[in-house]
């Protein structure tokens, strides 16, 4: 049996879109790049906006190969408490940022729904704007996750490819690919606003693993066209676990991505966050990608205990302070937005306007 859906066939022509991610393309990066930077400008204008991820719990029951927080390493568990939460939150708000991630590994005793709801709930009393990346849910708890403040999720696939998905999921609740898949369509159901998608860059044929996104986006955007789609590119950083990616993407292939995204999805929010280097999200910035990360800290507890030995998920890449990140992005005439989501996003959800 196809392990893959119906809805991730070709259902329409795709031969530009393989073109510009193609390193022998007829398209050079040059012409791609302005192509994409008048689009940027002509959608969104010369803004960026601007979140951080908070790690509420790093204890997870998943054995993802790449992944510094899989239930093998030896890596210190912990999860915040709502006192603590709050704490975070607070030194989160003294850089300026209202607008935040939440994230949390597999499904585990120590962080499970109620978990993640009540914390949703706390962060959305003093953030602008609260978003969430954690394990798979149900219709009827994405409901709930929405009533208590949750306006979007994160879910990446990791891979389209479901031999190499096999491989790398070694146990637990995520090693289940088609329930992953699945994941964003019933966050839309239940009322969840906006949905951002991905693949781990690295672990797969990088071509065919963007083909696939770019399929799962267009479906997405048929079938729920209320809903706020966005894309990210997250490479493969150095972790506890020390998994080395097999089919490494270089800057070049990146920026194509990026690039054809913008071009065949113009509407869609692109993100980059801190794995990548200060040199290339600032190329980045104003020519494609609309969305990015800040002061990131990705241990639990790492905005209060910024002196913490923890390595956290992944190693960040560009480490610059909220300050030094804003003034880079204003030296290249573009806005640092903390706080833009009302207008596009404050309307009904999907499921609300179909009633
Ligand atoms: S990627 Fe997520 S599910 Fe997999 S081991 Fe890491 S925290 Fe757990």
Redesign the pocket.
């Known amino acids: 049996m196809n392990p893959l859906p119906e809805w991730l066939s070709a259902g329409h022509d795709e031969t530009r879109f393989r073109a510009m991610l193609s390193p022998d393309s007829p398209y050079t990066l040059e012409q791609l790049a302005g192509e994409s930077k008048a689009i940027t400008l002509r959608r969104f204008g010369r803004t960026m906006s601007l979140y951080a991820p908070l790690y509420l719990s790093?204890h997870?029951?998943?054995?993802?190969a790449?992944?510094?927080?899989?239930?093998d390493r030896k890596t210190p568990r912990r999860r915040l408490e709502q006192e603590e939460i709050r704490k975070e939150l607070g030194a989160m708000k003294r850089l300026g940022i209202s607008d935040v991630l939440l994230l949390t590994?597999?499904r585990t005793k120590a962080a499970d729904f109620d978990y993640l709801r009540t914390s949703v709930a706390t962060a959305a009393a003093d953030m602008q704007r609260v978003t969430v990346e954690a394990?798979p849910m149900s219709v009827s708890e994405y409901r709930e996750l929405a009533e208590a403040g949750c306006t979007g999720i994160t879910i990446y696939q990791e891979t389209y490819d479901p031999l190499r998905y096999a491989e790398l999921?070694r146990w637990?609740p995520?090693k289940d690919f088609r329930e992953r898949l699945e994941t964003p369509s019933r966050a839309l159901e239940g009322g969840i606003k906006t949905v951002g998608l991905g693949v781990l860059l690295g672990l797969a044929d990088p071509q065919e693993d963007a083909l696939m996104l770019y399929r799962h986006l267009r479906y997405l955007g048929k079938t729920y066209w209320r809903a706020g789609l966005s894309v990210s590119f997250p490479r493969i950083r150095p972790q506890t676990g020390s998994y080395e990616p097999p089919f490494p993407v270089s800057d070049h292939l990146l920026a194509r991505m990026i690039f054809a995204f913008r071009i065949a999805l113009p509407d869609v929010e692109l993100v980059l966050s801190t794995r990548e280097s200060p040199a290339f999200r600032d190329g980045m910035a104003g020519i494609g990608v609309t969305r990015m990360s800040i002061a990131s800290r990705t241990t639990v507890g790492g905005y209060h205990d910024a002196e913490s030995s923890d390595r956290g998920?992944f190693d960040v890449f560009d480490d610059r302070t909220a300050e030094a990140f804003c003034n880079a992005l204003r030296d290249k005439n573009i806005e640092p937005v903390f706080k833009n989501w009302e207008h596009a996003y404050n309307g009904p959800s999907h499921m609300e306007a179909e009633k």
């Open positions: 790093n997870c029951s998943s054995g993802c790449y992944c510094g927080f899989a239930s590994g597999e394990f999921h637990g995520k998920q």
